[in-house]
């Protein structure tokens, strides 16, 4: 709990959420707006998901309870409860038109890093959950230029609960903000994808084959290749969805020759 509590006394007796937004490896939270807590309806069902101290830990979210009184290991199961409780609030908080507001900033300020590919020119990315259960996956970054998921390089950072943003807050900040979308083209003289397809083509034509490392054939590591599909409430986007069908189709195209060369190969050399 000490690696926690880095905040300022001054910052935490302004209130805990200060205190807890100050808070190193908590850059990626957006601050909740008190109505929105003190807002019972806003908070259905939370008290299944926090069965531990959930009273005590709303109260100390909203500055009213005198945590003083509790001894430490009391005072530890409460704070524990609060920062998971305030997560929770968080994942709702920010798919509202406020709570996208406040996250937009961050991401124009590019608060959650940026894109490690070239091709990307330092796109900036947002967070995402790969699932809306707490505890079962880490926060991951999602670029929506190159539509693939990263993972942040604090270790502060990489441990946050994907739950505490959710599956579908990037996407419906695009669908909200669209003219936040990045552009998908190349600048004038930059190599594109096709020109990387042609390339390999062409050695193909020239009997040059698929490329391998050792004996790992190329066709099956295509296959075991995650892909990131976006998700607003569970359900798929349109659009990525047909782009993602199409993409799927052209992909399982692509194995197939790579499987009927390599069968070929082998036949050659036997």
Known sequence: MDDLSTG??????????????????NEYFAEVDE??????????????????????????????????????????SVETSARFLYGLIHARFIVTSRGLGKMLEKYRKADFG???????YSQPLLPVGLSDIPYQKAVKL???????????????????DGAYFGTTFPHMLFMVYPQMIPGKGQ???????????????????RGEGPSAVGSVSTSAVAVKAERYGPRIFG?????????ARWRTARRDGQIARLEALEREQGQTNM
């Open 114 to 120: 940026r894109c490690p590919r070239v091709y990307c």
């Open 235 to 243: 359900f798929k986007v349109n659009e990525d969805a047909k782009l």
């Open 35 to 76: 109505d929105y807590i003190l807002d019972r309806f806003n908070l259905t069902g939370l008290n299944g998901e926090v069965v531990q101290e959930y009273s005590r830990a709303l109260n100390l979210i909203t500055d009213n309870l005198d945590d003083e009184s509790l001894d430490d290991d009391v005072r530890e």
């Open 142 to 160: 999602y670029c929506p230029r190159c539509e693939d998921i990263y993972s942040p390089k604090s270790n502060r950072h990489g441990t946050i």
């Open 187 to 205: 600048p004038v003289g930059s190599s594109s994808v096709a020109d990387v397809n042609r390339s390999l083509m062409a050695g193909q034509q």
């Open 8 to 25: 300022s006394e001054s910052d935490y007796s302004n209130s805990w959420i200060s205190w807890f937004l100050s808070t190193k490896g």
